[in-house]
Structure formats: structure tokens, C-alpha cells
């Protein structure tokens, strides 16, 4: 007898992208206010420039990888109302998840001082809180 493939609407195929894009920036967010937290203050000034930073690239890279991925959910089996979950992204972004996890756990092993990884952390979480709002759009309309 076959698995049954956990199988959904194309709706929750993009609230779960939305989900997990939202959680990966807030989880770089807090890990970088915890560590800037126990660093000097003008670090402050730092985290707001690549807050900033963080947002150009939501909005101007993420977010279009965002578009492209909801169009690629909505085409997606038409001949199909429900499709795999794990199919919320393409099978070669789960390479680069991979990859940009491991990265992350050797930026952490490595000796970079906590303020400064801080810094990129801080972009690339807002940049995918920035660009997850693209999801959320999509998710809660039609689709």
C-alpha cells in the first residue's frame, strides 16, 4: 500500500512559506539583538544601517524571489486542487537552505566577534521579514 502524499491547497503551500520565511527573520532578528545587547553602544548605529540594508535587499531581491515562487505554487499541477507540502519551494532552494544554514553555524563557530555577525544577521532578517510579506499577501487573497 503507498504513502499517502501529505498533500495541500495551493493557499497553505503559501501560508507555509509564509510561516517559515517570517520565523527564520525573527529567529536571526533575536539572535542579534542578544548579541548586540551585550555589546558596546554604537553598535546601535550599525544595526539601524543594515536594517536599512536588510530592507533594500527584502525588497528588491527576496521579494521577487518571493513573486516567483507564488507564481511557481499557483502553476504547479493544474490538474491537481492539492499538492505536496514540501513543495512550498523549489527543490534546489532546499540546497540553498542547507547551505545557508551550515554557513550560518560556521559563522557562529567562527571567531568574528558577535556585534559584527550581528550586523548581517540583522540584514538578512529583515530582509526576509520584508520579503515574507509577499506570502502573506498572496496566502490570505486569492490564489
Known amino acids: 500500500?503507498?504513502?499517502?502524499?501529505?498533500?495541500?491547497?495551493?493557499?497553505?503551500?503559501?501560508?507555509?512559506a509564509a510561516a517559515l520565511w517570517?520565523?527564520?527573520?525573527?529567529?536571526?532578528?533575536?539572535?542579534?539583538?542578544?548579541w548586540l545587547n551585550q555589546a558596546e553602544t554604537g553598535t546601535l548605529i550599525m544595526a539601524a544601517l543594515f536594517a536599512v540594508i536588510g530592507l533594500l535587499k527584502g525588497e528588491y531581491i527576496l521579494s521577487r524571489i518571493a513573486r516567483r515562487n507564488?507564481?511557481?505554487?499557483?502553476?504547479?499541477s493544474p490538474h491537481k486542487s492539492k499538492i505536496c507540502i514540501f513543495a512550498f519551494q523549489a527543490m534546489q532552494s532546499y540546497l540553498i537552505v542547507t547551505a545557508m544554514i551550515t554557513a550560518g553555524i560556521?559563522?557562529?563557530?567562527?571567531?568574528?566577534?558577535?556585534?559584527?555577525?550581528a550586523m548581517l544577521y540583522?540584514?538578512?532578517g529583515v530582509a526576509l521579514e520584508w520579503a515574507s510579506v509577499v506570502y502573506w499577501k498572496?496566502?490570505?487573497?486569492?490564489?
Open 122 to 124: 540583522i540584514a538578512i
Open 70 to 76: 507564488v507564481q511557481r505554487i499557483r502553476e504547479l
Open 1 to 16: 500500500m503507498p504513502i499517502p502524499e501529505p498533500a495541500v491547497s495551493r493557499r497553505t503551500l503559501t501560508l507555509t
Open 106 to 117: 560556521l559563522l557562529r563557530l567562527s571567531p568574528l566577534p558577535r556585534h559584527w555577525l
Open 138 to 143: 498572496t496566502g490570505f487573497s486569492r490564489i
Open 22 to 34: 517570517t520565523l527564520a527573520g525573527l529567529v536571526l532578528i533575536t539572535r542579534a539583538l542578544f
